[in-house]
């Protein structure tokens, strides 16, 4: 059964820096397209950044230049590094990981940035 676990959450100041960590199991890591989403309060789920298995990356506009995405596959994790943060950012963030027809969420954890 394939398990997603985000970590790094937290309460952050304005201009501040977060990572999140995705650690995925029983799944072969590798071959999944995976990503990143947010959900903040009364809004929809978003996507933030992708990276697919063969490394190709995409990022939502609002985040272009201040978040990066990133893979390790030995460890079966992706990361998901977050400067300059505004309380724009403040949602719950998701992993994703994507293999042919089939999704897989992690559970989320909170990012909340005051001013």
């Known amino acids: 059964q394939v398990q997603l676990v985000e970590s790094g959450g937290g309460l952050v100041q304005t201009g501040g820096s977060l990572r999140l960590s995705c650690a995925a199991s029983g799944t072969i890591f590798s071959i999944n397209d995976m990503g990143w989403y947010r959900q903040a309060p009364g809004k929809q789920r978003e996507l933030v950044a992708y990276?697919?298995?063969?490394?190709?990356?995409n990022y939502a506009d609002s985040v272009k230049g201040r978040f990066t995405i990133s893979r390790d596959n030995a460890k079966n994790t992706m990361y998901l590094r977050m400067n300059s943060l505004t309380p724009e950012d403040t949602a719950v963030y998701y992993c994703n990981a994507h293999y042919r027809f089939f999704d897989y969420w992690g559970q989320g954890t909170q990012v909340t940035v005051s001013t």
């Open positions: 990276i697919t298995s063969g490394g190709r990356i």
